[in-house]
């Protein structure tokens, strides 16, 4: 069983950033690829960021590309997520997702384990 929890969420002006982290405990997360979805309010759940099980191997949403980065330390159990140049449409609940395996998913059903997301609000 593995335990997700984000932090590094906030208020933050347009044009700025933050760093969203993830820290996994009950079990290493070393074979599994990550991920993370946000949720805007009245809006699905939407892929944002995936990264492989090394790290060599990541995927962005369109949306984000460019602007978000995703990272993880398999040494310390945790993956990353920094934001910058952010837009009041990133407004959102971000969530971290672990996945089945050790690849990089996008899809929301390929992910096991989640955490119980962080609040991003990013003001015009």
């Known amino acids: 069983q593995v335990q997700l929890v984000e932090s590094g969420g906030g208020l933050v002006q347009a044009g700025g950033s933050l760093r969203l982290s993830c820290a996994a405990s009950g079990r290493t997360i070393n074979s599994n690829g990550m991920g993370w979805f946000r949720q805007a309010a009245g809006k699905e759940r939407e892929f944002v960021a995936a990264i492989n099980w090394s790290g060599a191997d990541t995927s962005y949403a369109d949306a984000v590309k460019g602007r978000f980065t995703i990272s993880r330390d398999n040494a310390k159990n945790m993956v990353y997520l920094q934001m910058s140049s952010l837009k009041p449409e990133d407004t959102a609940v971000y969530y971290c997702?672990?996945?089945?395996?050790?690849?990089?998913?996008?899809?929301?059903?390929?992910?096991?384990?989640w955490g119980q997301g962080t609040q991003v609000t990013v003001s015009s």
């Open positions: 997702a672990a996945g089945r395996g050790g690849f990089v998913y996008v899809m929301s059903r390929q992910f096991d384990y």
